[in-house]
């Protein structure tokens, strides 16, 4: 198991080369190395390398080159990537039906201004959590998703244990200084599981078709009639709710090139700070494999950083690749339709609620064939 960290040593943990233990998945979570006692004498200096993954120091050059000012419009001549296309944004509401056929059917990513109104997470910032909830334990990450091609190559997924309070006391005081090393990704927390009060604070967007409880509520039924067994209770609800997910941390947090899980439609609401986006169409996997898949992970992954020159002119087939990009602002929601390709990086500290979804036009399968995989438990 992880040792819960304090915010001293939570940063320097991983810059100082941090004792791993795996965890499976190609995870490992970081400890701390014990030290020999010092007799009160200075610690030596430790000579490890500093933790800076290579994302990180592309993000670092990308934002060097920005100087810190990231306009939408001059991103993509940053990258460096050739035009892209900005993806459609819309300030009105559009009604639900047009976005299933123009977005959800016709696989076409979108934007919507203004999405919150009504949200009581609006007023969600990194202190509210940490006073609402100090001593949740939560998890934090070097990067992500996890891979197994991090292992192989000897530079696993690192992960720390630690408290709300604590991590939001390292969000704050975290610089962008070489010294810290990577920004720690709080990714994984399934809020809403753990405080279902917060479910109260959003709600689904009304432009956005979103059958996923009716879908598990007909799949309950189907398994427990062909198994004469009913599922536990509340797994239709528990289920449902841990398809909602908060993220948090600092300016430089990344969600590296891969497309979700079980043909799942995300949406994105940013709550605090911004983010920018690149997504590429789900025909980018087709013959011409122009993102490079790679083999034998959990998640369908890429290894391209495209903020990385260097990773650009290694894949050379990425160029052909139809970018479509934005920087997701406060209040705005975007939506993904299943098999689209995103990375995303925070450029200010920030906090996103993300959901996968399933509809019953477009990608129901996904959800089903999810549990059809599933076997009842041997007596
Ligand atoms: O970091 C983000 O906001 C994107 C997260 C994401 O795409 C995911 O967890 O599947
Ligand atoms: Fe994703």
Request: hydrophobic letters at 35%.
């Amino acid at each position: 198991m992880a040792e819960r960290v304090s915010i001293d040593t939570l940063s320097g943990l991983l810059s100082r080369g941090a004792s791993v233990k795996e965890k499976g998945d190609g995870v490992v979570v970081a400890g701390e190395r014990e030290q020999p006692s010092s007799c009160g004498q200075e610690e030596p200096r430790r000579t490890r390398p500093k933790s800076m993954t290579p994302e990180y120091k592309a993000f670092l050059g990308f934002a060097e080159r920005c100087g810190w000012s990231f306009k939408e419009s001059e991103c993509v001549r940053f990258l460096g990537l050739g035009k892209g296309c900005l993806i459609e944004r819309r300030e009105d509401h559009p009604k639900m039906e047009e976005v299933t056929e123009k977005h959800l059917l016709a696989s076409k990513p979108l934007i919507v201004k203004n999405s919150l109104a009504g949200w009581k997470a609006r007023e969600w910032t990194p202190e509210f959590f940490s006073e609402a909830y100090p001593g949740q334990v939560v998890i934090a990450n070097d990067r992500a998703p996890a891979r197994v091609k991090d292992r192989e190559s000897g530079r696993p997924q690192a992960s720390v244990k630690t408290t709300l309070s604590q991590y939001v006391e390292y969000m704050r005081r975290f610089g962008h200084k070489e010294s810290e090393g990577v920004p720690l990704y709080l990714n994984g927390w399934h809020a809403f599981k753990d405080h279902a009060e917060l479910v109260d604070d959003i709600a689904s967007p009304p432009w956005i078709e979103d059958h996923t409880r009716m879908i598990l509520q007909e799949i309950d039924k189907a398994i427990s009639s062909k198994n004469g067994v009913r599922a536990a209770p509340h797994w239709v609800r528990d289920t449902d709710i841990l398809l909602n997910k908060v993220f948090m941390g600092p300016a430089g947090n990344i969600t590296r090139l891969h497309y979700d899980a079980h043909r799942a439609h995300g949406w994105l609401a940013q709550i605090k700070g911004r983010k920018l986006f690149l997504l590429f169409p789900p025909d980018t996997t087709n013959d011409a494999s122009l993102l490079y898949p790679l083999e034998g992970e959990a998640t369908t992954q890429s290894p391209i950083d495209p903020l990385d020159a260097e990773s650009v002119e290694k894949y050379p087939r990425f160029k052909e690749a139809r970018m479509h990009y934005a920087i997701l602002e406060e209040g705005e929601t975007l939506l993904i339709p299943d098999g689209w390709w995103h990375y995303a990086v925070s450029l200010a500290p920030s906090i996103t609620v993300m959901r996968n979804f399933y509809n019953a036009l477009s990608n129901v399968q996904g959800l089903v064939n999810l549990f059809a995989n599933l076997r009842p438990a041997k007596k």
